[in-house]
């Protein structure tokens, strides 16, 4: 069930962070504290469930998490109307003192100071009656929380390098850690997650699991250039998931959680909740990509020429991604007026992935379709560049699983190229692949393209490949000075 893991954050916020000094020292039976939570299956539960929220925050998928990526990867071009924080990742003209940036550093260490309230009572946890709570149930719900740390880790270490280190309560007084102690975190977290989290094949939907794990492994050891390791995580995997028929169906509310996917940032609008996002409200079921990215709606960004460009005559994930004058929604037909932004400019396309407008004539700030974090087809092409060099034949295989899905429409590609033809195939393929999912900033900054990619932006390499350190993180931070900002800043 998609709503299977609601969370009451705020209560667990202030159960992990309440401290008034006379408190301290004063509990009352009746009450819940973080020295007596752990009692009970239904609290173990609750507490792994909030290891999740922080994914909803508004500084991450709820709104500015694809503002960030989709914009500084310049596959969004600016309408008239788009707020200044949002038009600085275009423009590569962010600050220590940006609005935005806080937010999203901010909702990481939020989720892992969850992740660790869990991890770090895992002692408490284990003395459960086994007749209450089996051995392997507390293990995967620690499991999640490590699956979970993991990724608000690798959010702040790909954005900003080495961050300082919360194993307890809080960062402050923290140092910034290496980008390789980071990345050991991430790494043994996920190890232990691939022992402990279910099957998919029994685990509850939205929850993590043993393949979303071994998957995101691979990934992590792909970006640390571990190719080998890499590629025996996917292939633990291979084959265990299917790609959809219809690549539109890995976008819609209707077809959440089918073969193609592996791990998904979870929404439904029928429970709602301010997509303005936790902590204002404690409840952000509901996200804002569909107003706000919605071509008959506010219409803040449109599709660059330079991502529409890429795609070749005849693929069909042109119609699939993107909504052009003449293409069919539910309600009419895209007329070129309605790509009209605020100062009257026509755009080529808006965004129809991740869009309702197949099934509603209008979007809102509700929007129930969940993320896709991970999927099949990323597993593929990652595949891919694992082999690439020495085997480009086999990377032409797991590429051309993916360009001939059937409503994709595509040829497939000659298994004799070279393998830097076939290097070339894969940075098409994930551009057109996983275009607006946010992942094309990291691939161009990891294959180290992204002085050429991005040429015609304001980019500039050996600074915008990490994000400032929020000032005010620097400020608050005893063991941190204006030294410790990343360079260029």
Request: hydrophobic share 35%; glycine share 6%.
């Amino acid at each position: 069930m998609k709503n299977k893991i609601l969370i009451s954050l705020v209560f667990i916020i202030a159960l992990v962070v309440s401290c008034d000094e006379d408190a301290l020292f004063k509990n009352n039976p009746n009450e819940l504290s973080p020295e007596t939570f752990f009692a009970t299956a239904a609290q173990v539960e609750s507490a792994a469930n909030s290891t999740y929220a922080s994914l909803q925050e508004r500084g991450l998928y709820s709104r500015h998490m694809f503002f960030m990526m989709d914009n500084m990867s310049q596959e969004n071009g600016r309408n008239q109307q788009l707020e200044a924080d949002k038009v600085e990742y275009i423009q590569f003209s962010f600050n220590p003192n940006h609005v935005s940036i806080p937010l999203y550093w901010d909702a990481c260490y939020r989720g892992i100071t969850n992740c660790n309230f869990l991890i770090n009572n895992e002692e408490k946890i284990n003395e459960i009656a086994d007749s209450e709570l089996s051995g392997a149930m507390k293990a995967k719900f620690i499991g999640e929380a490590k699956f979970m740390r993991a990724m608000y880790y690798f959010f702040l270490v790909t954005r900003f390098g080495g961050v300082p280190i919360n194993d307890s309560g809080s960062a402050e007084g923290q140092p910034r850690a290496s980008v390789d102690d980071i990345y050991n975190i991430i790494i043994q977290d996920l190890t232990d997650a691939t022992t402990s989290l279910r099957s998919r094949d029994v685990e509850d939907t939205g929850r993590a699991t043993r393949e979303a794990a071994i998957a995101f492994l691979g990934k992590v050891y792909l970006f640390r250039n571990n190719k080998a390791a890499a590629l025996a995580e996917f292939e633990k995997i291979y084959g265990v998931f299917e790609l959809e028929e219809n690549y539109f169906d890995n976008f819609t509310e209707e077809n959440e959680f089918g073969k193609e996917s592996i791990f998904e940032v979870v929404y439904d609008d029928e429970i709602g909740g301010q997509p303005w996002g936790i902590p204002s409200t404690g409840v952000a079921e509901a996200g804002f990509r569909g107003q706000e990215y919605g071509v008959l709606n506010w219409f803040n960004v449109h599709i660059s020429d330079d991502l529409l460009d890429e795609y070749e005559v005849g693929d069909g994930r042109i119609q699939d991604n993107f909504y052009q004058a003449g293409d069919d929604y539910c309600c009419g037909t895209i007329q070129e007026s309605d790509l009209a932004d605020a100062s009257g400019a026509i755009r080529r396309a808006g965004w129809k992935k991740y869009q309702n407008y197949h099934a509603e004539a209008s979007e809102d700030q509700q929007s129930g379709i969940n993320f896709k974090y991970l999927r099949y087809a990323d597993v593929l092409l990652m595949m891919a560049e694992c082999v690439y060099e020495n085997d480009p034949a086999r990377a032409v295989g797991y590429i051309n699983e993916v360009r001939t899905r059937p409503s994709t429409g595509l040829p497939p590609l000659a298994t004799t190229l070279s393998s830097s033809e076939v290097f070339d195939a894969i940075v098409h393929e994930r551009k057109c692949e996983l275009a607006g999912e946010q992942v094309r900033f990291n691939d161009i900054l990891r294959w180290g393209i992204a002085d050429t990619e991005l040429a015609g932006s304001n980019f500039q390499a050996g600074k915008h490949e990490l994000l400032p350190i929020p000032q005010a993180e620097i400020n608050n931070n005893s063991a941190l000075t204006d030294a410790d900002q990343n360079p260029g800043y």
